[in-house]
């Protein structure tokens, strides 16, 4: 059984970063590609970034695209996203996935085991 720990989310200011980290156990983590999505109250899960198995390949919302980073270590069964230039609508709690195969993915439908999710609330 895989388990996805998210941790990191906080209560920040507009322009403010935060780096999430996601610690996973289970499966062999360096096989299978990453992603985190967001949900916002009132708004369907949407994906956010996706990292590959190796991490050689990744993948942006465009929405992010510039601001937010996505990296992963093997070594640790970890992986991260860097939210830099933080907006209030950024504001959701954030999920790590991982995925059913290698390669970046960017729907939900292409992960099968989820964490629980932290909080980034940004402040106007």
């Known amino acids: 059984q895989v388990q996805l720990v998210e941790s990191g989310g906080r209560l920040v200011q507009a322009g403010d970063s935060l780096r999430l980290s996601c610690a996973a156990s289970g499966r062999t983590f360096s096989s299978y590609g990453m992603g985190w999505f967001r949900q916002a109250p009132g708004k369907e899960r949407e994906f956010v970034a996706a990292?590959?198995?190796?991490?050689?390949?990744?993948y942006y919302a465009d929405s992010v695209k510039g601001r937010f980073t996505i990296s992963r270590d093997n070594a640790k069964n970890t992986v991260y996203l860097q939210t830099n230039s933080l907006k209030p609508e950024d504001t959701a709690v954030y999920y790590c996935?991982?995925?059913?195969?290698?390669?970046?993915?960017?729907?939900?439908?292409?992960?099968?085991?989820w964490g629980q999710g932290t909080q980034v609330t940004v402040s106007s």
């Open positions: 990292i590959s198995w190796s991490g050689g390949s990744t």
């Open positions: 996935a991982q995925s059913t195969a290698g390669w970046v993915r960017s729907t939900s439908e292409d992960y099968k085991y």
